[in-house]
């Protein structure tokens, strides 16, 4: 399977959402957009991978090719920087268990161009979460 993840907020830390797209192939198996409330941008990035992760084994796939325009969750789970932060280690932990109930698992760095639907999904889901938020109350005058 394929999957490309994004995490996007509004200020760090802000309203924050997740984009995952994962695909089998041509076809777009899932695609999801999700609000995960406040967080920072490197919260939310994990959680997108976490998140593909979970979805990934309930699908049963076997060996995922993940992408991520994230380069410093990318340098940090495949061994180049070190995690410092203790939020961000216990994602990174969930992320080595979550990965090991695989065959293989690839991440590769690409560019924010080429991951433009998980950016479009992840940044939708804080949209539509600030919409909620932010629904007009109206007055009636006597």
Not at 93 to 120: C, M, T, W, Y
């Amino acid at each position: 399977m394929t999957i490309f993840v994004d995490g996007a907020c509004r200020g760090n830390p802000g309203p924050a959402g997740i984009g995952v797209v994962i695909r089998d192939g041509q076809t777009t198996l899932k695609s999801i957009a999700q609000s995960i409330g406040s967080a920072t941008n490197n919260i939310a990035e994990y959680t997108a991978l976490i998140r593909a992760l979970e979805e990934s084994s309930a699908l049963k796939a076997r060996s995922l090719d993940i992408f991520t325009d994230s380069e410093l969750m990318f340098k940090q789970v495949t061994g180049a920087y070190k995690v410092r932060s203790p939020h961000i280690k216990e994602l990174f932990d969930q992320v080595k268990q979550l990965a090991g109930g695989f065959e293989s698992v690839r991440i590769q760095h690409i560019p924010r161009e080429q991951n433009k639907e998980a950016d479009r999904l992840a940044s939708g889901a804080i949209e539509q979460e600030e919409k909620r938020e932010n629904k007009t109350v109206g007055f009636i005058h006597p």
